[in-house]
C-alpha cells in the first residue's frame, strides 16, 4: 500500500491561514521553525480522507495532556513530560462523515499562561497520511489568497435596485413606465436584475400595486434578467428605505399607515404578515430626508445604499453631494462605528435620469434567480458601484469574504493574526486608487502615482507579505497583511506612532475596501466583521 502524505506548515501565514480556526497566536519563527502558540482550547479545520494518519509536531514548555476532538467526538489523547523539545504525535482518525473538511478540537489539561498569552502547546507542522488521495487538498494549498471560498463558486451579477417609473409622481413625465425601465435594463445597460422601488403611499392610492407586481412577473426570466419586488417606504422623519421582497406579496406598507409608521413598525408588520423581507436606507445623511440610526433591526436592515444619483452616503465630507446638503452624524461610516452591520448596496434613484445612473450593486450569487439574489443580499454578499461594472473581491485569510462576520473571544481574536487581505479590482477603466479600511481609517492605499509606496509598516519584512499584481490599467491585484500582536501604523511624524493591544474585550474591527477609477467612478465592497467578545465562544459564526 503506497500511503500518501499532505504537509501544513503551522505558523507561516501564506500556508496554514485557510487551515486555522480559532485559537492560536500569530505566526513565530525561531531559528529554525515556524510554529504558532496554543490556547486551552483550538480548532483547525482539515481535509481528510475516509481513513487518515494524523501527525502533529508539537512541544509543550511544562507538562501536559492534550485531548483531540473530531467534530465534536474524542479521536486521541496524549500526555506530554519531555519540555521545550520537538515531538511527533501520531494517531489513527476516520471521519464517521464524508465532507470536504472536519474541525479538529484541541482541548488541553494544564492552562499554561505566559506574560499576557497562552502557551498550553507549541505547534509546527500537520501532516496527514492516507492510501487515498485527498484532491480538495492540493487546491486550496495552491491556490493560497486567490481562492475566494463561496464566492469563487459563483458569478458576479450587476444590477440597479433604486429605478422609479410613472408611477411615482416625484419624476413627472420624465421616469418613464415600468415597461421601459425594465426594457432599457435589458437592452441598453445589460443588467442582470432590477428592481422597480415606486413611492408605496402612491401605489396604494392609485392601486397600481397589483399591476406593477404583474409586469414584475412578466419580465423575471430566471437566468437571464431577474426581477426584484420592491416599493419605497418614504419618511420624512426616518428617512427613506427601499423595502425588497423574496416574492410577490399582496399587501404593502407606508409610512402615513398607522401601522407601519416607523422603521420598527414597519418590521413588525413585515413579521406579522411573514413576508420574507430586507429594507435598505437609502441617501441617510441628506439633510431633506436624513435617516434614523436609532431604530435598526439586523435581520431587516442588512444594507444601506451607499452611492446613488444623490452622490456618496460613506462619510459626511464627501464631494458629492456638496457638505452644505449634507447633515453630520448619520453617514453610512456613522453607523458602523455604532455598531451597525451593513452590507453596502448602490441603486441609480433616478427621477428623471435612466437605470445605472449613479449607482449600481454587485452580488455574488451562483445562479441568477430570484432567490439566489435575494439571499445573496440579505447576507451582505454583494457591494456597490457608481455605475460602472467594477469586478471586485475581497476576502480575508481565506476564510471570510465580504459581508461576512467572525465571533470570537479575545484569546481566539490574538490567533486571527497576522490577517492577510486579497483584493483584486477589474476595472472598466485604469485604477486610480485602492484603499483598505478598518474601523472607518485608511490602513493601506495603493496609488497609481506611487506604486512603490504602502501607509503601514510591521515587525517583520515587508517584501515577504506584500505584492501588487498589475496586470494592466484596469487590473490589480494586492495581498496586504495586518499585524499583531504589536503593530503600527506610520505616520509623517516618526514619533507619532501608535501601538495598541488587540485583546480588547466586547469590540468590533470591521474592514472594506474603497475603489476609485480615473475616470471618476468608484466601488466600495462590503465590510468583514470581526466581533470580539469576553466570554468564551468556541463556534465561528459566519452567515450563509
Known amino acids: 500500500m503506497i500511503m500518501k502524505s499532505y504537509k501544513i506548515e503551522i505558523g507561516n501565514p501564506k500556508k496554514d491561514g485557510e487551515f486555522i480556526i480559532y485559537g492560536f497566536s500569530a505566526g513565530i519563527k525561531d531559528e529554525k ?69 472536519h474541525n479538529l478540537k484541541i482541548i488541553c489539561e494544564n492552562f499554561i499562561y505566559y506574560g499576557r498569552m497562552e502557551n498550553c502547546f507549541y505547534l509546527a507542522e500537520i501532516e496527514i497520511k492516507t492510501d487515498k488521495e485527498i484532491p480538495h487538498f492540493r487546491k486550496i494549498t495552491e491556490t493560497k489568497s486567490k481562492s475566494l471560498s463561496i464566492v469563487e463558486k459563483g458569478e458576479i451579477y450587476f444590477g440597479d435596485l433604486h429605478i422609479h417609473s410613472s408611477f411615482s409622481p416625484c419624476g413627472r413625465d420624465r421616469n418613464g413606465t ?33 399591476k406593477l407586481l404583474k409586469i414584475i412577473e412578466k419580465y423575471n426570466k430566471e437566468g437571464f434578467f431577474v426581477t426584484i419586488p420592491g416599493y419605497e417606504w418614504t419618511s420624512d422623519l426616518y428617512g427613506h428605505r427601499n423595502v425588497y421582497l ?23 408588520s413585515l413579521k406579522e404578515e411573514n413576508q420574507k ?3 435598505v436606507p437609502h441617501h441617510p445623511s441628506l439633510a431633506h430626508f436624513p435617516v434614523c440610526w436609532d431604530e435598526h433591526d439586523e435581520e431587516y436592515q442588512p444594507l444601506v445604499e451607499i452611492c446613488s444619483n444623490w452622490g456618496s452616503s460613506e462619510f459626511y465630507d464627501s464631494k ?39 449607482g449600481l450593486t454587485g452580488v455574488f450569487a451562483e445562479n441568477l434567480t430570484r432567490e439566489e439574489i435575494f439571499e445573496s443580499l440579505k447576507n451582505r ?38 490577517l492577510i ?6 476595472g472598466t477603466a485604469p485604477i486610480e486608487r485602492i484603499d483598505l479600511l478598518e474601523n472607518n481609517q485608511v490602513i ?101
Open 33 to 101: 521553525e515556524h510554529f504558532r502558540r496554543a490556547n486551552v482550547i483550538s480548532c483547525l479545520r482539515l481535509p481528510l480522507a475516509s481513513e487518515n494518519i494524523l501527525r502533529f509536531k508539537i512541544k509543550v514548555p511544562d507538562n501536559q495532556c492534550i485531548h483531540f476532538f473530531l467534530d465534536d467526538k474524542e479521536v486521541h489523547k496524549v500526555e506530554i513530560k519531555e519540555l521545550n523539545c520537538w515531538k511527533n504525535i501520531e494517531f489513527k482518525i476516520k471521519p464517521e462523515r464524508k465532507k470536504e473538511y
Open 178 to 210: 415600468p415597461e421601459e425601465n425594465l426594457d432599457y435594463c435589458i437592452d441598453k445597460g445589460n443588467f442582470d436584475f432590477a428592481s422597480i422601488t415606486d413611492h408605496a403611499e402612491n401605489l396604494v392610492s392609485e392601486k397600481t400595486w397589483s
Open 246 to 268: 423574496a416574492k410577490c406579496y399582496e399587501k404593502i406598507f407606508h409610512c402615513m399607515d398607522p401601522i407601519s409608521s416607523s422603521p420598527k413598525k414597519l418590521w413588525l
Open 277 to 279: 423581507a430586507i429594507t
Open 320 to 358: 458629492s453631494p456638496a457638505k452644505i446638503y449634507n447633515v453630520a452624524g448619520i453617514s453610512v461610516q456613522d453607523a458602523l462605528i455604532k455598531g451597525l452591520k451593513l452590507g453596502f448596496a448602490g441603486g441609480s434613484d433616478g427621477h428623471d435620469r435612466p437605470p445605472g445612473t449613479g
Open 381 to 418: 454578499r454583494c457591494y456597490a458601484t457608481t455605475g460602472a461594472k467594477i469586478k471586485l473581491y475581497f476576502i480575508m485569510n481565506n476564510l471570510l469574504t465580504m459581508g461576512d462576520e467572525i465571533v470570537v473571544n479575545p484569546y481566539q481574536f490574538e490567533s486571527l493574526y497576522p
Open 421 to 426: 487581505f486579497y483584493i483584486s479590482v477589474e
Open 444 to 544: 493601506f492605499s495603493y496609488d497609481e502615482n506611487y506604486r512603490n509606496y504602502n501607509t503601514w509598516s510591521s515587525f517583520l519584512k515587508d517584501k515577504e507579505f506584500f505584492r501588487v499584481e498589475k496586470r494592466m490599467d484596469e487590473f490589480v491585484c494586492l495581498e496586504i497583511p495586518v499585524f499583531s500582536p504589536l503593530r503600527w501604523y506610520q505616520s509623517f511624524s516618526p514619533r507619532n506612532n501608535l501601538i495598541f493591544d488587540p485583546r480588547l474585550p466586547n469590540h468590533t474591527k470591521f474592514y472594506y475596501v474603497r475603489v476609485k477609477q480615473k475616470d471618476g467612478h468608484m466601488a466600495w465592497s462590503s465590510p468583514i466583521w470581526i466581533t470580539c467578545k469576553i466570554e468564551e465562544c468556541e463556534r465561528v459564526k459566519i452567515p450563509y
